[in-house]
């Protein structure tokens, strides 16, 4: 999720926390516990940090190892450690456990949206995605402040968001439910479909769509349950040309290539340089797919400039990778 989700999650669960007879009972292990709680709610997405280097690091490693199961056990524990010094009449033992709480939940519901996580690490390195919820989702993000405005009001914050959490499961199941129907429209209408995936919006009723067969690449939506095939794209093999070889050494086009498991590819010659293009199809937005992943190589196969990460013009693109010749 999104770091505004997390942040309302911690203070969320740092509230349900006061059910607990060991929290309630000592104000330093409840100013404690939710001081945890945000923090745990926030630091498997540390790794945000990679941005500053380059899209393609942070690509490559977002919700990647620190979204592990070893750093599932190890947050925890450094955060622990860091609070209770400054708390040190706090109950250690509920202070840890609902740290853990905080750290596991925020790695859980980020399995749920389509960009996954890397949760089976070290055990399986493969993205775990079910794709039920964005990764910002209104009603999840507004019915945590609601809770948080009752708190504030006077409510008691572990009944409140009890209760909320109820209705955040049957949220989900919701969503899932609807997900389920619109992958089942969308077999009916591609029945030879060998791979399909079916990503949400913000929109509760509107859902992206990338599909393909042995021949060909589909991309749609599906509006209050109806699926609409927007674009077909034939599914050619990438070959293994000297230039396309040179541009996956790249390292925002293997970024990219690490990431993006449905795309097309483009290849341009120009007097004094090649340009390899790849492009997602799952993100099609106003008839434009603004993901992408871009290599300038020169005569001698050499990177001359490249790009991975969105970009939502033609314009845009070109700005990113400079003066291009020509």
């Known amino acids: 999720m999104d770091t505004g989700t997390h942040v309302v999650m911690g203070i969320a669960l740092g509230g349900l926390a006061t059910l607990d007879p060991a929290v309630a009972s000592s104000h330093v292990t409840t ?6 709680t945000i923090a745990g709610s926030q630091i498997p997405d540390i790794d945000t940090i990679l941005k500053l280097r380059n899209n393609a690091i942070y690509i490559r490693n977002h919700r990647g190892i620190t979204h592990s199961m070893p750093a599932v056990i190890l947050w925890p524990l ?13 109950n250690l033992l509920h202070l840890w456990a609902w740290t853990f709480a905080a750290v596991f939940i925020h790695v859980f519901v980020d399995i749920f949206n389509a960009y996954g996580t890397q949760a089976l690490r070290p055990f399986n390195s493969k993205w775990v995605a079910l794709g039920w919820v964005n990764t910002f989702d209104p009603f999840i993000f507004a019915i945590h402040c609601l809770g948080i405005i009752a708190w504030i009001m006077g409510a008691h914050p572990g009944f409140t968001f009890l209760v909320m959490y109820f209705i955040v499961i049957a949220y989900y199941i919701k969503r899932y439910q609807t997900r389920k129907r619109v992958l089942m429209e969308v077999r009916v209408l591609i029945p030879d479909a060998t791979e399909i995936i079916v990503a949400p919006t913000m929109r509760f009723h509107q859902w992206r769509i990338a599909a393909m067969n042995e021949h060909i690449f589909f991309v749609g939506r599906s509006v209050d349950g109806k699926v609409e095939i927007l674009d077909r794209f034939k ?16 390292q925002n086009i293997s970024a990219f290539l690490s990431f993006s498991p449905v795309y097309r590819w483009e290849v341009d010659e120009y007097d004094d340089y090649y340009e390899v293009r790849f492009i997602d199809l799952r993100y099609r937005s106003n008839g434009h797919y ?9 005569r001698g196969l050499k990177p001359i400039k490249s790009y991975t990460g969105w970009v939502f013009s033609e314009k845009k693109l070109r700005k990113k990778l400079g003066v291009i010749p020509g």
Do not use: H, W
Request: no cysteine; net charge neutral; glycine share 2%.
């Open 290 to 298: 603004p993901f992408v992943a871009v290599v300038q190589l020169d």
């Open 78 to 90: 450094l955060l622990t450690a860091v609070i209770y010094p400054f708390f040190s009449g706090a």
């Open 31 to 36: 100013t404690s516990v939710l001081i945890a």
């Open 235 to 250: 599914r050619i093999p990438v070959p293994n040309t000297p230039v396309i070889e040179a541009a996956k050494k790249d």
